[in-house]
């Protein structure tokens, strides 16, 4: 019963290129949230959705970043031009409906040269 | 604002020793709490959670606190152990539609030999 996958675990960018970063909710659950965390600091909500739907991106910067979690595959979160300040690890989790418990995957490590 | 906070940003003991790791919340209206322990290069762990209707609950080795009137939380983990090292974070989940969780900044515990 494998766990939250992400993919790329690391990712190294210049400025100006676009990242994308990949989450496989568990089997099972039909939501998926994305975090950002910088050193030393906590977690930071950026987007929540379902299946085909954004649900809250209140915490999503409003330019360059974009997500989605289309009906086959999985959730993508994309981060267009980068910046050095976007370097950070992205943390994805996931719960089945109506539960408020995350899982949360090993994350991805994104740093921009 | 709105915030998690910690009071205390580093915490060692000594290796059987029973460990508090404290938060205060801001947001009256929240009603559910999570603490998540998150060791080196990982994602958050879950450890235990509470809903606001309850001011005490516990697992196997951690017992969690709140207090609404004060707005605070506590984790207390017995007979600590080396693999207790880590930074713990509480958390805060608030139903907007779906649980969007809000992050403390973090402790990190050292237990020590």
């Known amino acids: 019963n494998a766990g939250v996958m992400q993919n790329p675990r690391h990712l190294v960018r210049r400025r100006g290129q676009e990242a994308r970063l990949r989450c496989s909710p568990m089997k099972g659950h039909s939501h998926v949230y994305w975090y950002r965390q910088l050193p030393e600091e906590g977690l930071k909500f950026m987007v929540y959705?379902?299946?085909?739907?954004?649900?809250?991106e209140s915490g999503m910067p409003k330019e360059r970043f974009s997500a989605e979690f289309p009906k086959e595959g999985p959730s993508i979160l994309r981060i267009q031009q980068v910046v050095r300040g976007d370097s950070a690890a992205y943390f994805c989790?996931?719960?089945?409906?109506?539960?408020?418990?995350?899982?949360f995957g090993p994350g991805t490590r994104l740093l921009v040269l | 604002g709105e915030s998690v906070g910690l009071h205390l940003p580093t915490l060692s003991v000594q290796e059987g020793d029973n460990s508090i790791i404290n938060c205060a919340y801001s947001n009256s209206a929240s009603d559910y709490f999570i603490w998540y322990k998150q060791e080196s290069g990982k994602g958050p762990q879950f450890i235990i959670d509470?809903?606001?209707?309850?001011d005490k609950r516990q697992g196997q080795r951690v017992t969690v606190l709140l207090n609404k009137t004060v707005k605070h939380l506590s984790l207390q983990i017995a007979a600590t152990q080396p693999g207790d090292s880590a930074v713990y974070f509480c958390?805060?989940?608030?139903?907007?539609?779906?649980?969007?969780?809000?992050f403390g900044a973090g402790t990190r515990l050292f237990v020590k030999a």
């Open positions: 959705l379902q299946k085909e739907n954004i649900i809250d």
């Open positions: 509470i809903r606001s209707n309850m």
């Open positions: 958390a805060e989940s608030r139903n907007t539609g779906g649980f969007k969780t809000i």
């Open positions: 989790a996931s719960s089945p409906q109506y539960q408020e418990t995350q899982y």
